[in-house]
């Protein structure tokens, strides 16, 4: 395998970009959050927060948005929807197969790549509050 690439040029404007990591300021509705995102950015300007973004970069932003939006709905944001299913004692796996989503839709909302419906909130809010009602679904555990 080769080096990694040190910099690179920005295809349409020639200069020359290296790799880094940047304060930027997202927006939705009314929240605002700053977060770092990587990418590769100007050399020639180390304040510069434009630069070309990889999906993986995106993903950073992607993410904040949906907590974002998931307050903006009042539903749970990852961290809260993690600790909710560790309360109940649950795999991600169990948890989905009990609330919905699909096989991996815990995992998927607890990094943030969507957003928890409002049903699926309503019932892992549910569950939280009375742990002892999760014997009523064991069917859907085992």
């Given amino acids: 395998m080769g080096a990694v690439e040190e910099t690179r040029v920005h295809p349409e404007t020639g200069t020359t970009l290296m790799r880094g990591v940047?304060?930027?300021t997202l927006t939705f509705r009314s929240q605002r959050e700053t977060i770092d995102l990587p990418g590769w950015y100007?050399?020639?300007?180390?304040?510069?927060?434009?630069?070309i973004h990889d999906?993986?970069?995106?993903?950073?932003?992607?993410?904040?948005i949906n907590v974002m939006k998931a307050r903006?709905?009042?539903?749970?944001?990852?961290d809260q929807i993690r600790?909710?299913?560790?309360?109940?004692?649950?795999?991600q796996r169990e948890a989905s197969r009990i609330i919905g989503g699909g096989p991996h839709a815990f995992q998927k909302y607890e990094a943030g790549d969507v957003v928890l419906s409002k049903a699926a909130d309503t019932a892992l809010r549910l569950l939280s509050n009375k742990p002892e009602r999760l014997s009523e679904l064991g069917a859907c555990i085992a």
């Fill in 55 to 64: 999906p993986k970069d995106m993903q950073v932003s992607d993410r904040m």
């Fill in 42 to 51: 100007p050399v020639d300007d180390p304040t510069a927060d434009q630069g």
């Fill in 22 to 24: 940047r304060k930027v």
């Fill in 83 to 91: 600790a909710a299913r560790k309360k109940l004692k649950l795999t």
């Fill in 72 to 78: 903006e709905l009042g539903v749970m944001t990852p």
